[in-house]
């Protein structure tokens, strides 16, 4: 039925997080613009849209305004690459997508600069999608543990352990919904998740930008000789983890 009140829009949001989608912030914000006028919806999904742009483009070394291929080359991979299927481009999936990149970003990036940005988004983006608050907690802790092991006064940064403190509240939060059995039993029942030929498809074929970016990689590194690959292989481990996490 339609939601015409913000009483069908608590009704709805209850109802979704507790029998289909956890408690996942993107699901329960698409109930709510429901009862916002679509200027204003789209407004917010413009809005999005420019703030995932730039944070990819600041997340990059060096002055990307300085850089107009990078420019050309982050707005055609997030164009082309991205996989723009089944109903991507819909106001839910905006929200869950576009909205969760954008926040995660801003998280990213200012938690890295150990700001005060860090702490008030992150939250937020840990609470928008689990897809997205999962592999970023993994890749976090890790980079918290490599950064401690070089530098033990980073115990006392208490900007940093308060936005991955919250950080991994929001994903706890997330992940332990009461749904999350439900979806993860109906994800089970409609894809061999479990298949190595099922992995390969999805990850490789389907959405190959994983074995595109190793093939990158390993290209350079050969042109750089096989000793400067093992080396990379030797020094970047962490980062390579956090990548496959991801």
Same mark, same amino acid.
């Given at each position: 039925?339609?939601?015409?009140?913000?009483?069908?829009?608590?009704?709805? /949001?209850?109802?979704?997080?507790?029998?289909?989608?956890?408690?996942? !912030?993107?699901?329960?914000?698409? &109930?709510?613009?429901?009862?916002?006028?679509?200027?204003?919806? $789209?407004?917010?999904?413009?809005?999005?849209?420019?703030?995932?742009?730039?944070?990819?483009?600041? @997340?990059? +070394?060096? $002055?990307?305004?300085?850089?107009?291929?990078? %420019?050309?080359?982050?707005?055609?991979?997030?164009?082309?690459?991205?996989?723009?299927? $089944?109903?991507?481009?819909?106001? *839910?999936?905006?929200?869950?997508?576009?909205? @969760?990149?954008?926040?995660?970003?801003?998280? !990213?990036? @200012?938690?890295?600069?150990?700001?005060?940005?860090? =702490?008030?988004?992150?939250?937020?983006?840990?609470?928008?999608?689990?897809?997205?608050?999962?592999?970023?907690?993994?890749?976090?802790?890790?980079?918290? =543990?490599?950064?401690?092991?070089?530098?033990?006064?980073?115990?006392?940064?208490?900007?940093?352990?308060? @936005?991955?403190? !919250?950080?991994? %509240?929001?994903?706890? &939060?997330?992940?332990?919904?009461?749904?999350?059995? *439900?979806?993860?039993?109906?994800? +089970?029942?409609?894809?061999?998740?479990?298949?190595?030929?099922?992995?390969?498809?999805?990850? &490789?074929?389907?959405?190959?930008?994983?074995?595109?970016? !190793?093939?990158?990689?390993?290209?350079?590194? /050969?042109? =750089?000789?096989?000793?400067?690959?093992? $080396? &990379?292989?030797?020094?970047?481990?962490?980062?390579?983890?956090?990548?496959?996490?991801?």
């Amino acid at each position: 039925d339609e939601i015409t009140s913000w009483s069908q829009v608590m009704e709805s /949001i209850k109802h979704h997080n507790r029998y289909w989608n956890n408690n996942r !912030l993107a699901n329960s914000l698409t &109930f709510v613009v429901t009862m916002m006028p679509n200027w204003f919806v $789209d407004a917010i999904h413009v809005l999005m849209w420019m703030l995932m742009i730039l944070f990819i483009l600041k @997340s990059v +070394s060096g $002055d990307w305004r300085l850089r107009p291929l990078l %420019v050309v080359g982050v707005l055609w991979s997030v164009w082309i690459v991205l996989p723009w299927h $089944d109903q991507m481009a819909s106001g *839910n999936y905006q929200i869950n997508y576009v909205w @969760s990149t954008a926040l995660n970003l801003v998280f !990213l990036y @200012s938690f890295n600069r150990t700001s005060l940005m860090g =702490c008030l988004t992150a939250l937020p983006a840990s609470l928008m999608h689990e897809g997205f608050s999962v592999p970023i907690s993994m890749g976090v802790l890790l980079l918290m =543990c490599q950064r401690v092991k070089r530098d033990k006064t980073m115990l006392s940064d208490k900007k940093m352990l308060l @936005s991955i403190v !919250l950080y991994l %509240v929001g994903t706890l &939060f997330v992940v332990f919904g009461p749904a999350i059995q *439900n979806r993860f039993a109906s994800i +089970s029942a409609n894809e061999d998740v479990f298949s190595f030929n099922a992995f390969v498809y999805k990850f &490789f074929i389907r959405e190959p930008i994983l074995l595109i970016s !190793l093939g990158l990689v390993i290209v350079y590194q /050969i042109k =750089c000789g096989f000793k400067s690959l093992k $080396d &990379f292989f030797r020094a970047e481990t962490l980062w390579i983890i956090i990548a496959l996490t991801s």
